[in-house]
T-cell receptor
Framework: EDQVTQSPEALRLQEGESSSLNCSYT??????LFWYRQDPGKGPEFLFT???AGEEKEKERLKATLTKKESFLHITAPKPEDSATYLC????????????FGQGTELSVKP | GAGVSQSPRYKVAKRGQDVALRCDPI?????LFWYQQALGQGPEFLTY????????KSGLPSDRFFAERPEGSVSTLKIQRTQQEDSAVYLC????????????FGEGSWLTVV
């Protein structure tokens, strides 16, 4: 069964304290892995798409990496405005582009 | 606006009432998805359209749920005889040839069934 698991469920950091969020996946044929950010009361906001093992993408303080079994979202020197829920999702071949999401990691960054 | 637009943003329905949720996609986006998100969970797939064709409705939880996109643009998700377990955020997401495999979400419609 295709599955996406994120850890930890919640993460509390001090401003400037770097860390990583994990997304493990078990799928039949990975077409793409996606990271989204979701603020309370809002829809998910697209961050990154990764397609193959070894690929990395960066945006400001965020860097996403991909292996054959998992993806990491590295947050360097976070600021309070980085507080949000981060969602990982996978797209699978022959499934029309629908995404299978993990349950998310709720990140809180304190000043 | 330039983003995916959903209405209403908030809906309170009495149990047994029918509701209709609307999604206006980004112009030119041919793919349209509906997701359901319970509190504290990730979104779960409901159904998928390519233009006006509904290609996958495997995620619809019961025959009370129905979605349409008659002209390949605006879509409506209808829930008949609402139950308390239908309370959730309903998210619409769209994508097009220029976006590759990436889809963009609207702000969601928050449904509370009382």
């Amino acid at each position: 069964e295709d599955q996406v698991t994120q850890s930890p469920e919640a993460l509390r950091l001090q401003e400037g304290e770097s860390s990583s969020l994990n997304c493990s996946y078990t799928v039949s044929g990975l077409r793409g892995l996606f990271w989204y950010r979701q603020d309370p009361g809002k829809g998910p906001e697209f961050l990154f798409t990764l397609y193959s093992a070894g690929e990395e993408k960066e945006k400001e303080r965020l860097k996403a990496t991909l292996t054959k079994k998992e993806s990491f979202l590295h947050i360097t020197a976070p600021k309070p405005e980085d507080s949000a829920t981060y969602l990982c999702a996978v797209s699978i071949y022959n499934q029309g582009g629908k995404l299978i999401f993990g349950q998310g990691t709720e990140l809180s960054v304190k000043p | 606006g330039a983003g995916v637009s959903q209405s209403p943003r908030y809906k309170v329905a009495k149990r047994g009432q029918d509701v209709a949720l609307r999604c206006d996609p980004i112009s030119g986006h041919v793919s349209l998805f509906w997701y359901q998100q319970a509190l504290g969970q990730g979104p779960e797939f409901l159904t998928y359209f390519q233009n006006e064709a509904q290609l996958d409705k495997s995620g619809l939880p019961s025959d009370r749920f129905f979605a349409e996109r008659p002209e390949g643009s605006v879509s409506t998700l209808k829930i008949q005889r609402t139950q308390q377990e239908d309370s959730a955020v309903y998210l619409c997401a769209t994508g097009g040839p220029a976006t590759g495999n990436t889809i963009y979400f609207g702000e969601g419609s928050w449904l509370t069934v009382v």
